[in-house]
């Protein structure tokens, strides 16, 4: 339970840490929050506005109670021109289709387009347009053709436009026209005058309420293909129902100009109510065109017989037939109506079988209804067989390969045509069964009319053609009355419940608010992620945590970076935090020693370059202040940087002691900067041996005798983590003192070390990390606030002229771009 809780605080830590290293990159967090504010601000300002609009209509059903109680537009339902059920996918994906939107462009005609150029984009004009063009349709016209016009005045403009090879186009017939050649123009001209070549011809009217307001300004037209602006307008539609069980079709889309969007749906409705009425009348013309080819026919036989009734009686002085004959001419006449009747239905087959044969399209067909034949299920496929091809018309234009819905509509054509043949082979059939049958009857019954008086025959003969003529031409005539009739109630299968409305137009893009609070989150995400990216991927030395992870050693000091070339900074600048931090360090290690008046120090490291001679030097600077003895011992013989550093002798030093016969006291140097002074003994002349020298008994017999005479020892050696001499150099000091470099000691090299080290049970070690940067810097909490280690705050205040300067740059947001710029290079 006790490490849970310590887990969880770890973790609490650990966030809390990652809060103060992003926090310490304050002004790159500024400065990328007002840069992506700012671009906010521009997109939103520049950026033109995209409208959304959206009209919604009633698809009706036959089973909708408020459908049939519409009045008598359900009367072709009764007659069986229709399917009984709409679909609405299929409604959809009429309204989708690109035929319909050509349809819409053709209503609305807006083939030329007003553009002002803007600092990101183009900004349409739609209502109020600062003038018109008036274009002559019967002409070419050139397609996206930039025509720049100026207004000059509320009377003229400056027309421009270059172009090579335009492409033509013919508004009147909706043809494109290649033609060589070249547009160009470039003059003066008056507002409502043609302005033609044989490139274009074109007139600009201007709006006596706008136009004014526009003088100055310049802006662009061009003509546009009508096919693309389909596809356009098909591609920015979504339809869809407002629920599941609905049967209301919600339609939207997307456009620049509210006004435009409002205008572009409406038209899309009305074309789309249109071509529905339009389907249902197709029906009702075709039943009406069969029915007048019908009554021609039947018109002159029956005026024909009219004349030879009339004739025969006036000539034969005969009015009526006899009481008998009547009898039998009405038995005559109801059987030869039903003979008529089922003949006239086996011609509707012999023509039915004969279309379906000849593969035309189904539109034209007449459906058996409208000749008297009840069929319910031939009346019924042949409904939706009609209904299914204008469905395949609607969508002809469609792409076949992205559209699955055409291919089922094929497949059930099919379908459908197939069993229509069928059903009309066993109808036809039966009917030609029920029209031998009358005519057996009809001569049965002329076997008595045989017997009648010779004139009586002759009459009842030509009255009965013509009650046959008559009964049919009456007939045809209540048929196309009732055709007539359905189609003057036809009404369309839908019903708008909301029109749009450019008032009701909203914006969806730019989204203010939304741009603005994105580009908050981003300017700080952004800067975060590379900030928390670099802690998580690096694999340095940064913080005093990465050191106690790895060993329980003591830190006796934290040395602040110097950003000058002074090697010995407690001599030449006393009064600096940097000073102050080696006195710090001086004031441990003499706690960590309780009173001892001997020291030896070992100064070593993981790597090069992690600044043991700096610190050698200003640690002996710092004890010499003390009045102790201090040398400093060159150990580093493969690299003698200690002398070079402190511009002494190369020659002299503990090589030559160790492999000659010389005076120690020969081999040492003095160094004084300012007022302090020590002695140093340098590497002298790099010998071929280091290592065998180190172990050698003179390097014990030297130690011994240094230790009487002096204080303070500092054995300024190689790098533990690439040469064994600070190994061999262990055995002589009394404290190893392991220089730690923030953001530069590798932390495996580091770990590899320890380890090793961490088997000697003997050796004493601590830690001195060194070129950490307080104040504002991006480490200062972490060994200042969190550690309480508070470098930053406490030498910032009190200590001469030099601490407060840098005090005051350091808040100062120039030089915190100074010090990022100096980290970046470090890196």
């Not at 098909?234 to 629920?243: E, H, R, V």
Request: hydrophobic share 35%.
């Amino acid at each position: 339970m006790e490490n849970l809780e310590f887990l969880k605080q770890e973790e609490k830590l650990d966030i809390q840490l990652y809060l103060f290293k992003v926090l310490r990159f304050w002004p790159f967090l500024l400065i990328t929050l007002l840069i992506s504010l700012t671009g906010a601000y521009f997109y939103n300002k520049y950026t033109p506005s995209v409208y959304s609009g959206q009209t919604s209509v009633m698809i009706f059903e036959s089973d909708n109670t408020y459908r049939s109680n519409r009045g008598p537009a359900n009367i072709m339902e009764g007659f069986g021109m229709f399917s009984k059920k709409i679909n609405i996918e299929n409604e959809i994906g009429i309204l989708q289709s690109l035929t319909l939107s050509k349809n819409v462009m053709v209503d609305q005609k807006p083939y030329c387009t007003i553009y002002q150029k803007g600092f990101l984009s183009n900004t349409e004009f739609y209502h109020p347009k600062p003038f018109e063009v008036i274009f002559d349709t019967s002409k070419l016209q050139s397609l996206f053709v930039e025509f720049e016009v100026e207004i000059l005045s509320t009377s003229n403009f400056r027309l421009k436009s270059i172009m090579e090879n335009p492409r033509q186009y013919n508004y009147l017939i909706h043809k494109k026209i290649s033609k060589a050649g070249k547009i160009q123009i470039d003059g003066v001209y008056d507002f409502d005058k043609s302005i033609e070549n044989d490139y274009f011809s074109f007139a600009l009217h201007k709006d006596s309420l706008h136009t004014e307001k526009y003088v100055g300004q310049s802006f662009f037209f061009k003509f546009n293909d009508p096919h693309t602006l389909a596809q356009e307008m098909k591609s920015k539609l979504n339809i869809s129902p407002l629920s599941e069980e609905s049967s209301i079709l919600s339609i939207s889309i997307t456009g620049s100009s509210p006004y435009k969007i409002a205008d572009l749906l409406n038209s899309l409705i009305k074309v789309y109510m249109d071509k529905n009425l339009e389907r249902k009348n197709k029906i009702a013309q075709n039943t009406i065109f069969f029915i007048n080819e019908q009554l021609e026919n039947i018109t002159d036989s029956l005026h024909f017989t009219e004349k030879r009734l009339q004739d025969f009686r006036t000539s034969n002085d005969i009015m009526d037939l006899s009481y008998q004959a009547q009898l039998l001419l009405q038995k005559m006449q109801e059987l030869d109506r039903t003979r008529s009747e089922w003949k006239l239905k086996i011609e509707y087959f012999n023509y039915l079988k004969n279309y379906l044969s000849q593969g035309k399209g189904f539109s034209e067909m007449v459906v058996p209804s409208t000749v008297g034949i009840q069929d319910d299920l031939l009346n019924e496929l042949c409904s939706e067989l009609i209904k299914l091809y204008l469905e395949k018309n609607a969508l002809a234009n469609s792409d076949k390969q992205k559209n699955p819905y055409i291919n089922s509509l094929n497949q059930k054509i099919e379908s459908t045509k197939r069993s229509v043949v069928e059903n009309l082979r066993n109808t036809q059939n039966s009917a030609e069964i029920s029209l031998k049958d009358i005519e057996m009857r009809i001569k049965l019954l002329e076997n008595e009319i045989d017997k009648l008086p010779r004139k009586e025959r002759e009459l009842f003969g030509i009255e009965r053609q013509f009650k046959i003529n008559d009964a049919i031409y009456t007939f045809l005539l209540q048929k196309r009355a009732e055709a007539q009739i359905a189609k003057a109630s036809n009404l369309p299968d839908y019903e708008i419940v909301e029109p749009a409305d450019a008032a009701n137009c909203y914006t969806i893009s730019p989204r203010t608010k939304v741009n603005y609070l994105m580009a908050f989150l981003l300017g700080l995400a952004l800067p975060i992620f590379f900030i928390i990216s670099y802690y998580v991927f690096n694999d340095k030395i940064s913080e005093k945590s990465d050191i106690e992870k790895i060993s329980k050693a003591p830190i006796v000091g934290y040395i602040q970076n110097n950003h000058g070339d002074t090697l010995c900074v407690v001599s030449e600048k006393p009064k600096s935090p940097i000073a102050e931090s080696f006195r710090s360090l001086r004031t441990n290690l003499d706690f960590f020693f309780q009173g001892e008046q001997q020291k030896t120090f070992l100064i070593t490291s993981s790597i090069g370059s992690e600044g043991k001679t700096f610190n050698s030097v200003n640690l002996a600077a710092g004890y010499r202040l003390m009045g102790k003895k201090v040398i400093i011992l060159g150990f580093d013989l493969r690299k003698p940087s200690l002398a070079k550093n402190t511009n002494l002798s190369l020659e002299i030093g503990i090589s030559n002691y160790l492999s000659s016969e010389v005076d120690l006291e020969d081999q040492i140097q003095k160094f004084k900067t300012n007022e302090i002074e020590f002695d140093i003994l340098g590497s002298g002349p790099v010998p071929p041996n280091p290592v065998e020298m180190i172990a050698s008994a003179k390097t014990k017999q030297m130690f011994e005798y240094l230790k009487s005479i002096y204080n303070v020892i500092i054995i300024d050696s190689p790098p533990i983590g690439v040469v064994t001499d600070a190994n061999l150099l262990m055995n002589y000091a009394d404290l190893c003192i392991y220089i730690v470099r923030q953001r530069f000691t590798p932390k495996k090299v580091f770990a590899s070390i320890i380890k090793d080290l961490s088997e000697n049970p003997n050796l004493r070690i601590a830690f001195l990390i060194n070129d950490l940067e307080f104040g504002t810097s991006r480490y200062s909490y972490g060994y200042g606030y969190r550690y309480g280690y508070g470098y930053g705050y406490r030498y910032g205040y009190g200590y001469g002229y030099d601490s407060d300067e840098k005090n005051k740059r350091k808040w100062s947001i120039l030089y915190a771009f100074k010090r990022i710029r100096r980290k970046l290079k470090r890196k």
